[in-house]
């Protein structure tokens, strides 16, 4: 069933508006443009149902704004802090642009910093490793379509958008007996390669066969789509919820779980942090965080590993290789080989006494070697 299209909208101010959101989405993708013109729309609408008499831009004062943000908060069901935050964020772009091209800087007083709540701490939602155990068994013993595919988003750590925009050929082998997936342009315009091991290279497999028998032409896609990703990717929130709900696991699951359940597995293996952001994909540290799960347990092996086999910044020093020469040469190729090693002994220490204690009885080496040079090779 097809999606009615939205009736037509028209306000006195949407030309004006409509010209400030191209402007600032000339280089944006079209999902970005999309959500400003949900802003915009939603913004006109009010002021056309509560103050219909706001038809130039001279006539919008405060009180629009805050009445707007007023009626955010009534909404049933009620907005997300996000979606709220995301709101004005736009609009307030919007009239900033607006207060440039119109010469109206008041425009870009009406939206200001302290009306634009805090983010909403969002804290890791790993799946239990009951739930995982349950889920991870079901997806195998079923073996379908949704099955391998949850499967693919748990030990790749995908999102479930990307996943469904992967294409045929993503599977890669960057040298004998390893594999990578190459993972699209995602959510935020990034693309990446993920290496997996065998069992995620036979999920790909698995999924091509299955494309193999679907009766829709070639698209060159892994998943095949009936109408369109969104489609695609509901009907796999279906799936995750019908498994849930036979398992009688919490049906609030969400496939965003799997991705948190991933990283939360990688850090715990001893994958460094920055790799987890480029498997993840982040480009920021602060987002990784949101995603891992760091309890107690993590804390207490960690410091325990520390304390057992402590890890330093620099390096202990090596001496290095020198030939044994019988002699005046022997003597002065040990001198220069301790004096090498007191050097880079004492670049790792803090600056203070012992480093300079250090550094003057290297300056007597380097006189003793100049006295050995001057004796005759005996």
Known sequence: MSRRRPPPFEHPLLPAFARAVDSLTTALSSGTARAYNITVRQFLGYLAAHHPEVNRLALLDRDHILGWMAAMRTKKPPLATSTCIGHLILLRCVFNELACSNQRFELARLIRREDIPRTPQRLPRPL??????????????????????????????MRIGECADLTFDCLCSPRPGTWAIQVPLGKLQTERMVPVDAFARDLI??????????PRPPDKRLLARYSSKNALVHQLRDYLHQVCFALDLSTAIVPHQFRHTYATEMLRSGVSFPVL??????????????????????????????????????????????????????????????????????????????????????????????????????
């Open 128 to 157: 239990t490793a009951e739930q995982d155990q349950l889920l991870q068994q079901e997806f195998q013993r079923r073996n379908d379509l949704g099955g391998n595919v949850f499967l693919l988003l748990r030990h790749t750590g």
């Open 205 to 214: 497999h698995r999924l091509r066969f299955f494309r193999s028998l679907d």
């Open 277 to 378: 952001m480029k498997l993840l994909g982040h480009v920021d540290p602060e987002m990784t965080m949101r995603y891992v799960d760091v309890s107690l347990t993590d804390l207490e092996r960690e410091f325990q590993l520390a304390r057992s086999q402590p890890r330093h910044l620099i390096p202990q020093p090596k001496l290095p290789p020198t030939a044994l020469h019988p002699g005046i040469q022997g003597v002065t190729d040990a001198l220069i080989a301790t004096q090498h090693f007191m050097q880079m002994f004492r670049r790792s220490l803090p600056i203070g006494n012992a480093q300079a204690q250090l550094e003057r009885l290297s300056n007597r080496l380097s006189k003793i070697l100049a006295q050995i040079k001057r004796l005759p090779n005996t």
